[in-house]
């Protein structure tokens, strides 16, 4: 039969690897900037624009969609078309795909700092940029599908299965969870309120971690580890079933992020069996990677690829082991909201997504440039200083992760919490934060020394944007007869796709309907009312500064979290949250129950000077707030939004909304002159925000173990 002749396209995934380490330099310096301002808070440097709850969800943003993104897309590009023998289904979708993708990021890299922000975790950025997402991944999955159907290869290799899944998946996640109600031009309100809004959003929320950071790496597991080690796969019947397994099971796991929240527990429970039930995929896909060399342990040891690969697949190893053990619920109790959960998600984004893009970008740069890399020393070097940055960064967040947890939960002799202040367990941890720190600077060192080496092994090659290749057509019309039943499927992409979808779509549909459509699962409390038209304002202010990166606002049903922080959270006390605000780290204390337990004038000098108010604090200023006035022209668009949402403000409301907004304020501003003879105009941004904090878990009243004692003896 005679060859066809074509190229493959370089240039794209040229761009691709550019982006990858431009972009992997600017989000760890801005973790590592994130990092310092824990225990050295100067380093906020006292603007609106670089404040923790600012930057926080711009590192985020940046090293999962930027880095870890234009990885992905550097690796897909390179393989798939190899894989399947082909050029790229469209050159002009493929562009539109990288600038597309490289606009996504600048428009984040702007508006975080800015303060545009949903709050939803890894889902942070606005319906507008939200929308652009969207768009772009259709756009990735036409050229990707494009070009399966267009292969010269009859069978997909495993890789592209796992291409297939990760795109139909965020695809599924990206359009449930971003679900949202524009209010005006870069600020909206997610459709989901509370207890709905918090099951969807860590089904998103850890589903993202499983289809954006887990399965395409996979995928590139399966391609680049056995050529650089120059071996086949371990064993192909392995990875059919840690493919199907996987992709079903990890979709039902995302409650084990809400264990003893207000969550239904029969939710909490099927993520737990299913988070445990994930060790076996998980480790199946490890062992099939690691096995694949076998009998190569000494070109292990003197090709730094391959230990960037090994480690990468260890590290896999280790993170989906550890996470299926935190979604036990007696080792969730100990671990939730504290710096052993920020370690966990570091080894998997480190060793698993860092090191194996390292390893991807070193074995392809050299093969593109058509050279050899300029230094396998200096990529030695990296390898180890970046070893032991990971080491550096996750272990002193276990010893403050659990710290802080038996801090939290200790009582004295007498009954009562040991470390009643909440500012006691921050200090105790604080050496902890400086270590990490060290740790991200090795690391951070590292990928300085891998850019290095790179842009010197491409200037010392040849760049060869279209490399010629030949292959035989695919012979389409031609009838396949025998071979293993999963071949079949690997012969139709369009079944093998559809397969996949209803895979990942079984448990988010069996999980989210019950929760949204049987009343009994979010009791209602009659005594739970919206939030006035000021405390609105105020709770968008805190949703702007970030406020939930620190404090959650669901304290457990744990005696240790009752007795510090108030009532347990109820489930009826946020069907009007839109979005949720529960939180997942507690840098600070919880907030849920903060309403009335401190004057407004406590407020008022604690968001303008925190360490004078709490001494050791390491929450920064915000005299922003004080200078800058609440915009009430929004008021009635905001009220209108949130009755349409569900919230049951009486028709016509909002044209008395600003009315009451500045009663209200008023008071607040009179309260502060009484308090403590503070001059505060009514309508600045600092009154809102004491408005929404004064409100918060106020809207039930708990009877004390004085006034049931009471209400007995009358009653004798």
Same mark, same amino acid.
């Given at each position: ?57 711009? !590192? ?113 996640? !990206? ?195 058509? &050279? ?14 970046? &070893? ?108 093998? &796709? ?205 009877? &004390? ?12």
């Amino acid at each position: 039969m005679e060859l066809e002749k074509f190229s493959y396209d370089n240039k794209i995934v040229k761009y691709f690897i550019i982006a990858t380490v431009i972009f992997g330099v600017v989000g760890m310096l801005v973790g590592l900037t994130a990092a310092i301002q824990l225990f050295y808070p100067i380093f906020n440097f006292d603007t609106a624009y670089t404040t923790f709850g600012r930057i926080r969800p711009l !590192h985020t943003n940046a090293v999962i969609f930027a880095f870890v993104g234009n990885a992905i897309f550097a690796g897909v590009y390179y393989s798939m078309q190899r894989l399947l023998k082909t050029r790229m289904f469209s050159d002009a979708l493929s562009w539109i795909n990288f600038w597309g993708w490289q606009l996504i990021i600048l428009a984040a890299a702007i508006s975080l700092p800015m303060g545009f922000t949903t709050s939803k975790e890894y889902a942070e950025l606005e319906w507008p940029i939200d929308i652009a997402i969207t768009l772009i991944w259709v756009v990735f999955g036409i050229n990707m599908i494009g070009t399966i159907l267009k292969r010269r290869e009859k069978h997909m290799y495993v890789a592209i299965w796992f291409y297939i899944a990760t795109f139909v998946t965020v695809a599924v996640l !990206h359009v449930v969870n971003s679900f949202e109600l524009p209010v005006s031009f870069m600020k909206s309100y997610s459709w989901y309120a509370g207890v709905q809004d918090a099951l969807v959003q860590w089904w998103y929320g850890h589903n993202a971690v499983a289809f954006f950071l887990t399965t395409p790496f996979l995928g590139l597991m399966y391609y680049f580890l056995p050529k650089a080690a120059n071996r086949p796969v371990y064993s192909y019947k392995l990875s059919i079933i840690h493919f199907w397994s996987l992709i079903f099971i990890y979709i039902w796991a995302g409650p084990h992020h809400l264990l003893y929240s207000a969550l239904p527990d029969w939710a909490q429970s099927l993520g737990v069996v299913f988070s445990v039930m994930l060790i076996a995929p998980s480790w199946g896909g490890m062992l099939n990677g690691l096995l694949t060399l076998r009998g190569a342990w000494d070109k292990v040891r003197e090709d730094p690829i391959l230990k960037f690969m090994v480690v990468a697949v260890t590290a896999y190893g280790m993170s989906t082991f550890e996470g299926p053990m935190l979604s036990l619920k007696n080792v969730n109790a100990i671990a939730h909201f504290t710096d052993w959960i920020v370690a966990h998600v570091h080894v998997g984004g480190l060793g698993w997504n860092g090191f194996l893009t390292f390893g991807m970008l070193y074995w392809m740069v050299p093969r593109m440039w058509n &050279t050899k890399l300029h230094s396998v020393r200096l990529a030695n070097i990296h390898f180890w200083i970046g &070893t032991l940055g990971i080491i550096f960064y996750a272990l002193p967040l276990y010893v403050a992760g659990i710290t802080q947890s038996l801090m939290w939960k200790e009582f004295n002799p007498e009954g009562f919490l040991e470390y009643k202040n909440f500012l006691e367990t921050v200090v105790q941890i604080l050496p902890m934060y400086m270590l990490r720190a060290v740790g991200g600077s090795l690391y951070l060192t590292g990928v300085f020394i891998m850019t290095y080496n790179l842009v010197k092994t491409a200037k010392s090659g040849s760049f060869e944007a279209n490399e010629a290749a030949e292959a035989a057509p695919l012979e389409k019309h031609k009838k396949h007869v025998g071979g293993h039943w999963h071949s079949v499927l690997e012969r139709k992409p369009v079944l093998f &796709t559809i397969f996949t979808t209803v895979a990942i779509v079984i448990g988010g549909v069996i999980e989210m309907v019950p929760t949204f459509l049987i009343k009994s699962n979010v009791p209602t409390i009659s005594s739970v009312k919206p939030y006035s038209p000021l405390e609105l304002h105020g709770r968008d202010l805190y949703v702007r500064e970030g406020c939930v990166s620190c404090h959650s606002q669901m304290i457990r049903p744990f005696r240790s979290e009752t007795e510090r922080y108030g009532e347990y959270s109820k489930a009826g006390e946020f069907v009007y949250d839109h979005p949720f605000l529960w939180g997942s780290k507690r840098t600070g204390p919880d907030l849920h129950r903060v309403g009335g337990k401190y004057p407004d004038s406590w407020h008022y000098y604690h968001m303008l000077d925190p360490a004078a108010v709490s001494a050791g604090s390491i929450m920064p200023p915000y005299p922003w707030l004080f200078e800058s006035v609440i915009d009430i022209q929004t008021t009635a668009d905001k009220v209108s939004a949130m009755r349409i949402l569900g919230v049951p403000y009486e028709e016509g409301y909002e044209e008395i909304a600003n009315e009451e907004l500045m009663a209200q304020a008023q008071q607040i501003a009179k309260n502060l002159k009484e308090q403590d003879g503070i001059e505060v105009m009514p309508e600045t941004e600092i009154v809102a925000l004491i408005a929404y904090l004064q409100r918060l878990g106020t809207d039930i009243k708990v009877k &004390t173990e004085s006034q049931s004692s009471k209400l007995e003896s009358s009653n004798q």
